[in-house]
């Protein structure tokens, strides 16, 4: 099973998504994909994904984290024991999300909120000081403007790691990386 995990102020309809959707819908595997749409607060999104595992096999679920999805992934691959498929993910959002404080609107849902000091605190307790590397695949593009790619390099030495020179934070190598994400998953690519 794949549990996708969409980023900050993003959901389910975004293009990573959508596109790994209509590649297991294409090969006949939709059935093991789920994208939840995610809520603004952490910690509600951490419920909503637990849920998610809490139906399947732990055994059998890779999550596929990207941005603050894969900061989501990290701590959940821990908690669980599961592997993780990390985008461009956020190291430090309780770090980098305080920039942002303030009024927000999800791009594709449209719903507005207030990002606050408790998104910040909720954000801190998921921090996981050590992590098992081979529980990871980092795919990465030196080109993102959102996040500095090096600190997830560094914060998953030892994992299975691509870095793209160029791109940007939408990941613009994603399609041509999913053979490899498959393969990861244990899925015919």
Known sequence: MLIYLHGFNS???SHKATLLQQTLRDQGLVDRF???QLPHRPAAAIAVIEAHIERFNATSIT????SLGGFYATYLTEKHGLRAILLNPAVHP???LTKYLGR???RYTGEEYELTTLHVQE???LWVEQIEPHRYFLLVETGD???DYSEAVARYAGARQVVVAGGDHTLR???SQLPAILAFCGLPS
């Open 11 to 13: 959901s389910p309809a």
């Open 34 to 36: 789920a994208c939840p």
């Open 63 to 66: 999550l596929i984290g990207s």
């Open 94 to 96: 309780h770090r980098d």
């Open 104 to 106: 927000q609107r999800n």
């Open 123 to 125: 954000l801190a307790a």
């Open 145 to 147: 403007e959102v996040l």
């Open 173 to 175: 190598c994603f399609g």
